[in-house]
């Protein structure tokens, strides 16, 4: 038997009801429901999973037409067998074919078959035009399946050219694997089932996984932004609402302000929040402690120095007013500077001028002050202490922070926001409030403000079982255990109980013995001489 003697009216049988190909059933089909079945398939599953299944289609129907081939015939040799194929590709109305290339050698099988008016093609324009791959995909299945049946080898067909990207006609060239090497491996996957089912379940475990990944990072940005939030500034109470309002309609105004307010009350919380909202966000916020320093160490801080200005200053330094150029200097305790500081601090309020130490030109710098006290400064003008121009120029606007105790509505708000700053701190997994702790919470007065009470939650949060923050976790202070002297404490000498107070109240201001000498009701000398005399100050020199 020869491929030319193929007959189409002896192949196909007609009777009703069936179709078929010498005994094997045909179905005839519309073309435009397959069109639109191509359609659904690339959209619901993409091109290249539409591509793969009508590809295996292809595969089995070659398959077929191949080992029917071989049952009706007696084929001369596998070049006939094989030939078939473009006859059966015509008469079954899927394209015009021709073989133009056919070498089947024992090591090296290539087949070349040229197409045109493929059904493939035209079905893929009706749906989606010009394509810019070649498009006949069950086409290359169907050779691939007949070639490797009648040969009795894996031969895959790839089209290298196609009607559908506007070429003169299809071209498929077929070739067994070891032919075709490495250039057919893009396109063997199309030849081979997937597990859709297995590829979802694959899908599904990258997509919780990169969930679960972005939840980390959000949940570390969240804690992040968290632990820079400023204490405190989250509010409840209508008395710490009006100054928050007030600070952020000052804001953007360029003036000078004054942060009244008791030791811990957040002040320097509320000129960062100042600086964050003002045009100068930009630019540095640097803050320092005028009380932490001598007058002057604070000065060179303040104002920085000439290289030779003094013993020791070998090289230029340039101050805290120099690198907040442009952004704004938070100047606490300002009640506790020199006279000379305050008349070098008059001069740049005046005329925006600093001079470093040992300088003899003046610098011209931007920046704004936002001070700060705990102290009367009007009573310090009168006691001569502060300078009455310089307060005047500073206290352009005052803010007055209320004490924690004035706001008690925001005491457990804190307490949590703090305990769950220590919780990521101390890595605790959950730290929360017994019902007799909120109790003294509440109760407390809070002589040290937010600041003792982040104190308190980190000291309560170490001595925490199972994290459960009990009474017996909280400072003496707080918890009323070193005010009472019980019996337990009844062999404690005076020194020792006058040691532990001032160190607590020491404690709860954070170091500031100012502050501390106004809760004993002594003078801060007074304070000095005994924090001399009990020791308590080279002990804990390191700590306040
Ligand atoms: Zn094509």
Redesign the pocket.
């Known amino acids: 038997m020869k491929a030319s003697s193929l007959n189409i009216a002896e192949l196909i049988q007609f009777s009703p009801g069936f179709v078929g190909i010498q005994g094997r059933r045909l179905l005839i089909h519309d073309l435009s429901s397959l069109s639109q079945f191509r359609r659904d398939l690339i959209e619901s599953i993409g091109q290249n999973m539409a591509r793969r299944i009508l590809t295996r289609k292809g595969l089995f129907w070659g398959q077929a037409d191949s080992a029917g081939m071989q049952r009706l015939f007696n084929w001369k040799d596998k070049n006939e067998w094989m030939m078939a194929a473009v006859e059966l590709i015509e008469i079954m109305g899927m394209a015009k074919a021709e073989v133009t290339k056919l070498v089947l050698e024992e090591k090296t099988i290539e087949i070349e078959i040229q ?1 045109t008016d ?1 059904v ?2 035209e079905q893929h324009q009706i749906e989606f035009g010009i394509s810019s791959n ?3 995909w069950v ?1 290359a299945g169907y050779l691939s399946g007949y070639a490797s049946y009648c040969l009795g080898q894996d031969i895959y067909f790839s ?1 290298s050219q ?3 990207t506007k070429a003169s006609n ?1 071209a498929f060239i077929g070739k067994n694997l070891s032919s075709w090497g490495n250039a057919i491996n893009l396109e063997l996957p199309f030849f081979f089932a997937e597990d859709i089912q297995k590829k979802v379940r694959q899908l599904t475990s990258r997509i919780s996984e990169q969930q679960r990944e972005l939840a980390k990072k959000y949940k570390l940005l969240k804690s992040v932004q968290k632990s820079s939030d400023s204490i405190g500034i989250e509010t409840r109470s209508k008395a710490y609402r009006n100054v928050l309002d007030l600070a952020y309609r000052v804001a953007s105004f360029d003036t000078t302000i004054l942060i009244t307010g008791e030791t811990g009350a957040g002040k320097e919380v509320l000129a960062r929040r100042i600086h964050e909202i003002s045009n100068r966000s930009k630019y540095p916020f640097l803050a320092v402690n005028c009380s932490a320093l001598p007058e002057s160490l604070l000065e060179n801080e303040l104002f920085g120095h000439k290289a030779g200005a003094f013993t020791g200053a070998r090289n230029k330094e340039i101050g805290l007013f120099e690198a907040a150029q442009q952004g704004t200097i938070f100047l606490d305790e300002i009640g506790d500077i020199s006279l000379a500081t305050q008349v070098k601090l008059l001069r740049f309020l005046q005329s925006k001028e600093i001079k470093p130490v040992g300088e003899t030109k003046p610098q011209l710098l931007d920046v704004r002050i936002i001070s700060a006290t705990n102290l009367d400064l009007d009573m310090l003008v009168k006691e001569g202490r502060f300078r009455k121009d310089l307060l005047y120029r500073l206290r352009v606007l005052q803010i007055t922070v209320p004490p924690l105790r004035e706001r008690p509505d925001d005491i457990l708000p804190l307490a949590r926001h703090f305990l769950e700053k220590f919780q990521h701190k101390l890595k605790i997994s959950s730290l929360r409030l017994s019902t007799d702790t909120v109790d003294l919470l509440l109760n407390y007065q809070w002589p040290g403000n937010v600041r003792e009470l982040e104190n308190a939650m980190e000291h309560a949060a170490i001595l925490s079982t199972d994290g459960l923050i009990t009474p017996e976790s909280l400072p003496g202070a707080i918890s009323g255990r070193t005010a009472s002297f019980t019996s337990s404490q009844g062999q404690k000498s005076l020194k020792q109980i006058e040691t532990e107070h001032i160190c607590s109240i020491l404690e709860q201001t954070a170091g500031n013995r100012a502050e501390t000498a106004r809760i004993l009701k002594i003078s801060e000398s007074t304070l000095y001489r005994r924090l001399r005399s009990l020791n308590i100050l080279e002990k804990n020199i390191n700590r306040w």
Do not use: H, I, L, T
Request: hydrophobic share 25%.
């Open positions: 197409c493929s493939e093609v070649p498009v006949c086409m089209e196609c009607q559908g299809c």
